[in-house]
């Protein structure tokens, strides 16, 4: 046996939880970005016999070939306003999404996260679940903005004001 490789499986899969889907099969989750590790250590040791899924099996795939990071359909109403790294940007925010990854933009002010994010938020906009933009009150009317002009479909409400004015808002 070897203690260190068992050790770090156990210290590994702390990361993981069972999830059977109503079915009668053991299936574990987690994190996406612990799969490559997780695969390391169980292909690594001749003392593990496990069973990826192909769906672990193709995100580890694609990890190592590189390709994980695709092309979108962006809308129409925002191809003619983005530039190229703007576009860039939200294929590489539709990744972490997809993945389940967690991630930001940030870079210098006035190069476009604003669209990005309405992009995002327009793609994956799903009726009944809002999503929440947290911003400097000093943007606040700007983000409205820019979602009437190049995100009409979006409902937008801007929340400010004593807690008892959010609450009001809110209902």
Same mark, same amino acid.
């Given at each position: 046996t070897n203690p260190e490789a068992l050790k770090k =499986? &156990?210290? =590994?899969l702390t990361h993981f939880r069972k999830n059977d889907y109503g079915k009668n099969e053991d299936k574990y989750e987690g994190k996406s970005y612990h799969a490559p590790e997780l695969?390391?250590?169980a292909q690594g040791s001749p003392h593990y016999t496990a069973r990826a899924s192909k769906a672990f099996s193709s995100f580890v795939s694609e990890a190592k070939q590189g390709k994980l990071v695709k092309s =979108?359909? &962006?809308p129409k109403i925002f $191809?003619?306003?983005l530039r190229d790294y703007q576009a860039q940007g &939200? @294929?590489?925010l539709h990744f972490l @999404?997809?993945? $389940?990854f967690a991630g930001i933009l940030a870079d210098d002010m006035g190069i476009g996260k604003t669209m990005q994010a309405l992009v995002m938020i327009t793609m994956e906009n799903v009726p009944g679940r809002p999503s =929440?933009?947290?911003c400097p009150k000093t943007l606040l009317y700007n983000w409205k903005n820019e979602a009437k002009k190049f995100a009409p479909a979006l409902k937008v409400l801007i929340l400010e004001?004593?807690?008892a004015d959010r609450a009001a808002m809110r209902r």
């Open positions: =499986l &156990i210290e =590994l695969e390391a250590v =979108l359909k &962006i $191809k003619s306003v &939200i @294929h590489w @999404h997809e993945y $389940k =929440l933009v947290v004001g004593t807690q």
